[in-house]
């Protein structure tokens, strides 16, 4: 297995590849790119969230709760955890609920994961979604605009 390092701009090493055989006995490559560590402990670290979630935390504060992503610092010290909340009159409650219960989602964190040290966890409201509904509606109205124009002009064509 061969690896490639493509440098940025000041030289550094930006990622990393491996070339991957396309077919073994026709000796052409593909380039793959490999994960980045801090993203797969993210991955990790989402899915163990939101199983604690399900079945461990008690506290009434913190009620439906959709993990959307993590972001965690490449130095493994701290963790961005965007939620969503759905009611919309409860969200500072319960984000304040899983601020206080930061420590405790640490420690049940150490239990499952093979670190030396877990990142301190920041829980956040993600803004994003409302964001992206829109951007879905508006690709929407593009398409029945477009399937309209397109009726039109079958029309005029016969």
Same mark, same amino acid.
């Not at 701009?9 to 593909?30: D, E, Q």
């Not at 899983?98 to 049940?108: I, T």
């Not at 877990?118 to 964001?131: E, G, I």
């Given at each position: ?7 940025d ?19 052409? @490559?593909f /380039? +793959? !790119?490999?994960? =980045? ?8 670290? *989402? ?14 504060r ?6 959307m ?12 955890? @965007?939620? /969503? +909340? !759905?009611?919309? =009159? ?8 899983? *601020? ?19 990142p301190?966890?920041?829980f ?35």
């Amino acid at each position: 297995m061969r690896t490639t390092v493509y440098p940025d701009k000041r030289g550094y090493a930006a990622g990393t590849t491996r070339s991957v055989p396309l077919f073994p006995s026709s000796g052409a @490559f593909f /380039t +793959v !790119p490999e994960h =980045k560590r801090t993203d797969r402990i993210a991955d990790q670290i *989402k899915m163990e969230i939101a199983d604690i979630l399900v079945k461990k935390v008690s506290d009434p504060r913190i009620g439906r709760v959709t993990v959307m992503s993590v972001n965690v610092t490449s130095d493994l010290q701290h963790a961005r955890v @965007f939620v /969503t +909340v !759905p009611q919309q =009159k409860g969200r500072k409650e319960t984000l304040l609920g899983l *601020k206080k219960a930061a420590g405790f989602f640490r420690k049940e964190l150490a239990m499952r994961l093979p670190l030396r040290r877990v990142p301190d966890l920041t829980f956040l409201n993600d803004t994003s979604t409302p964001h992206v509904n829109h951007v879905l509606e508006l690709l929407e109205e593009i398409k029945d605009t477009g399937n309209s124009q397109d009726a039109s002009e079958e029309e005029e064509c016969q």
